[in-house]
């Protein structure tokens, strides 16, 4: 799919090609309504579109919000983009299909934000801010720092997602196995979903994990010398 991507903007790869297949297993239709979650240049976001659904699109990027739009008007699909931080633009409102490809990807907090970005800079990589809240993070590293843990989004979506799906609705949720998988399983559990991992795909470090490996290594997240990561999708159904 041909997409604009300005400079700042999280450039779709394969995390967002793993969640766009899972969005295709979906039915989705005019009536099905979907929410997608930091949503970048709108990928994800498209995808559902196309296939009739009727979509709203959020992002914390100004940037992020002008590219998806955009896009839409570039494969002419209609697209309800809001600027926000995760859910706060939709309050009160419910749907059949949640998508979400946050950050996740730890950090060390006693690096700083400008170490932190430092190291993706020099590694070569650009990305644009996703949804969360200002804390460490600014600027470019919003797009992949996520807290010590590499939660920092994760777990606020598993506390407000759920309350946003309908009935049967669906959530799907792109995250690397470097960030806990079982936890935000164990999360949507608690919340009241019907939990699995929906899809899985080994990759190679890019730029940015690769400049944190040593940090990824020294708490046991990867082995000594290994450089890949797992990305998951894990699919969560409200049943009732």
Do not use: K
């Amino acid at each position: 799919m041909l997409l604009l991507r300005p400079p700042g903007v999280y450039r779709p790869q394969g995390d967002t090609r793993l969640l766009a297949s899972c969005v295709r297993r979906e039915r989705l239709d005019a009536s099905g309504r979907v929410l997608d979650l930091c949503t970048g240049t709108g990928a994800v976001a498209l995808v559902a579109a196309q296939a009739g659904a009727q979509v709203t699109a959020v992002d914390l990027s100004a940037r992020a919000v002008a590219t998806a739009w955009l896009n839409s008007r570039l494969h002419g699909s209609r697209i309800r983009l809001r600027r926000g931080d995760l859910a706060d633009p939709v309050v009160g409102r419910r749907f059949d299909l949640i998508t979400a490809n946050p950050p996740y990807v730890p950090v060390d907090p006693t690096a700083g934000a400008a170490g932190a970005a430092g190291a993706a800079g020099a590694a070569g990589r650009t990305r644009g801010r996703r949804n969360g809240r200002r804390t460490a993070a600014h600027g470019a590293a919003l797009a992949w720092d996520a807290g010590p843990d590499g939660r920092l989004v994760l777990d606020r979506i598993c506390r407000t997602a759920p309350d946003l799906l309908a009935a049967h609705g669906v959530l799907l949720l792109v995250q690397s196995s470097l960030a806990d998988v079982p936890a935000t399983l164990a999360q949507l559990r608690a919340a009241g979903l019907r939990t699995e991992v929906a899809a899985r795909r080994r990759q190679p470090f890019g730029p940015v994990m690769s400049a944190r490996a040593a940090l990824f290594e020294r708490r046991g997240l990867i082995g000594p010398g290994e450089r890949e990561e797992e990305l998951v999708v894990v699919r969560g159904v409200r049943e009732r």
